[in-house]
């Protein structure tokens, strides 16, 4: 097993570059089931969640293969291996159930083994079956697996009109990708707005799709007979700009954010400036200096482009350090407060009640050896770790190579102690 030890106290000062989103590449890298061309993704971030994805779509039967310049892929798949998602991979990464639309598109079969709770929640697909069976699909549940298959007098799926009960970002990927090579006119009501979805949309726009309102609660997709391969960059990942922004206030520091987009994270900007944090933006940079103390800022998660619940952990780390107290409220998960033992662990003034949590910053913090229990959750222990004096060790590290690009190579060139250890 592997930790990260660190010795912090250190205010951060450097550049960081910020690397493609995790959460736009993975349903991207799927849009490679939905045409039999050569698909070609760069400032694809080297993570794990992108290697489960890779090797779930190799079992699907797509040939990948890294470019030279590191970050970019090339994928074509050129017939369909096994229609199968198996439960190894997909309770590994959620987001493998990104396949189940594009399979029902192009192939007409998918039998996706259903995810499974993590830590932060049940998380359900239920949504993302039901806006399949608007299209047409038949759906079975059979030892763990959705059996998906469209009814062989209707060739492939139709258009048809889905609203979500509720906003759900991989629901709206999935009713996305697979409407766009339906029969038909497909009308998505109440979809999510995330920036990542307009990406999904941008690039089967350009393989021929034709989807409009993308990035707005309504999105019709007109489906086409066949769809093109392209050369795609991924854009910039929101939440690891948004984490390394909390590094610098947390530690006091000052750090430059490039290869980024401000626009995509708009919610944890407003934040941080009403904290008391200087923040100059760029076209492709924010610059973020610390000069001044912290005040406490309540915040609530929300659907974008709302206060993003992938921040909320790390929100809540640079509140403990803030002068005065502050309230957040977890909208979005049922279970989402996993990281508040783990910070308390380092003397941080935390009660949750129910869907809040409030937090009364404080400035006797010292390190602690703690355990990350997922993906948000192991960045906030990092976060207070190197705002705080003393030594922190952080076990299960595992999760963080799931979503942070090289993590400790950014954070050591800014100056933190930083460095990854075996341990029994
Ligand atoms: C995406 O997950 C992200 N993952 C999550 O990021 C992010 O936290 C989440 O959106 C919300 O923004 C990827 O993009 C790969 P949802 P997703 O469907 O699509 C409920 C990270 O750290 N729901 O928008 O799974 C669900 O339980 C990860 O990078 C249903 O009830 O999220 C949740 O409470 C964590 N039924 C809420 O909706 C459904 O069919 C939002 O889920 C689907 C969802």
Same mark, same amino acid.
């Given at each position: ?22 959460? #736009? ?44 310049? &590191? ?5 074509? +798949? ?32 998918? *039998? ?14 239920? %949504?993302?079956?039901? /806006?399949?069976?608007?299209?047409? $699909? ?25 609203? %979500? ?9 999935? #009713?996305?990708?697979? /409407? ?20 999904? $949309? ?71 400036? $009403?904290? &008391?944090?200087?923040?100059? +933006?760029?076209?492709? %940079? ?5 000069? *001044? ?13 709302? %206060? ?16 005065? $107290? ?21 003397? #941080? ?29 192991? +960045? ?43 341990? *029994?």
């Amino acid at each position: 097993m592997q930790a990260i030890k660190i010795h912090g106290g250190v205010p951060l000062e450097g550049t960081i570059p910020i690397s493609g989103s995790k959460n #736009a590449a993975l349903p991207l890298m799927t849009l490679s089931l939905l045409t039999n061309d050569r698909f070609i993704l760069s400032n694809v971030p080297e993570l794990a969640d992108i290697n489960t994805m890779k090797c779930l779509l190799e079992q699907h039967g797509a040939s990948i293969h890294r470019l030279d310049n &590191g970050n970019s892929y090339e994928l074509k +798949v050129e017939g369909l291996l096994s229609s199968e998602a198996p439960y190894d991979l997909v309770r590994k990464m959620r987001a493998s159930v990104l396949v189940l639309g594009p399979l029902l598109a192009k192939y007409g079969q998918a *039998k996706v083994s259903l995810p499974g709770g993590c830590a932060i929640g049940t998380r359900p697909i239920d %949504f993302h079956l039901k /806006a399949l069976e608007s299209l047409g $699909a038949e759906i079975n549940l059979k030892s763990g697996y959705v059996e998906a298959k469209v009814p062989k007098h209707m060739g492939r799926l139709k258009g048809g009109h889905i609203v %979500f009960p509720s906003i759900t970002v991989g629901g709206t990927e999935n #009713a996305m990708m697979a /409407a766009s090579l339906a029969n038909g006119k497909t009308i998505i009501e109440n979809a999510a707005r995330e920036p990542e979805i307009l990406d999904l $949309a941008n690039c089967l726009n350009l393989m021929g799709a034709k989807i409009s309102g993308a990035g707005s609660s309504i999105i019709t997709i007109e489906g086409v007979e066949g769809l093109n391969g392209i050369n795609y960059k991924v854009l910039p990942d929101r939440i690891e700009t948004g984490t390394y922004a909390i590094a610098a206030a947390i530690t006091r520091g000052c750090l430059k954010l490039t290869n980024t987009d401000p626009n995509l994270l708009e919610a944890v900007i407003i934040a941080l400036e $009403a904290s &008391g944090v200087n923040i100059e +933006v760029g076209e492709d %940079f924010i610059n973020i200096d610390t000069s *001044k103390k912290i005040r406490g800022v309540d915040i609530q998660t929300e659907p974008y482009p709302g %206060f993003p619940t992938d921040m909320q952990a790390q929100w809540m780390a640079l509140m403990a350090t803030a002068d005065g $107290a502050a309230m957040l409220t977890e909208t979005i998960f049922e279970n989402r407060f996993m990281h508040v033992p783990e910070l308390v662990r380092f003397g #941080a003034n935390i009660n949750v009640h129910g869907k809040s949590a409030i937090i009364r910053g404080s400035e006797d913090l010292s390190g602690a050896p703690v355990m990350a229990t997922d993906l948000r959750a192991s +960045v906030s222990l990092v976060l207070l770790g190197l705002a705080t004096h003393g030594t922190t060790v952080i076990n299960r590290v595992y999760h963080l190579d799931r979503g942070y690009e090289k993590l400790e190579k950014k954070l050591e060139s800014c100056g933190a102690s930083i460095e990854r250890i075996n341990i *029994k």
